[in-house]
């Protein structure tokens, strides 16, 4: 059965940083999309961030040199390093996957692929 679970949320000061990991089980990722959403209060969900099966990385334009998506093949899965953060960062983010690059453009889609049960990101003033 495949199951992602996201890590490393919490509450931070704005101008910290936060790193969120995304382990797989029940299949392997190396071939995979992955990609984070995150959704804020009264917001829809929104891309994050993307990598492809050769590291190629993708950003939402406002968070590029802030935000860094990597691969983790030891534990299966994906990390999004996170700095200088503020509270407009706010919010619950999810992790997916699936070789299909689909996945990573359609945030609402949760029937599409495998996702996580998501992450809180709290970032204070």
Not at 18 to 23: P, T, Y
Not at 28 to 53: H, L
Not at 73 to 92: A, H, I, Y
Request: glycine share 12%.
């Amino acid at each position: 059965q495949v199951h992602l679970v996201e890590s490393g949320g919490g509450s931070v000061q704005s101008g910290g940083s936060l790193r969120l990991s995304c382990a797989a089980s029940g299949f392997t990722v190396s071939d995979d999309y992955w990609c984070w959403f995150r959704q804020a209060p009264g917001k829809e969900r929104e891309g994050v961030a993307a990598i492809d099966s050769d590291s190629k990385t993708r950003y939402a334009d406002s968070l590029k040199g802030r935000f860094t998506i990597s691969r983790d093949n030891v534990k299966n899965g994906v990390n999004l390093q996170m700095d200088s953060l503020k509270p407009e960062d706010t919010g619950m983010y999810y992790c997916a996957a699936d070789p299909n690059l689909f996945v990573c453009t359609q945030p609402m889609r949760t029937d599409f692929g495998a996702w996580g049960q998501g992450t809180q990101v709290t970032v204070s003033s």
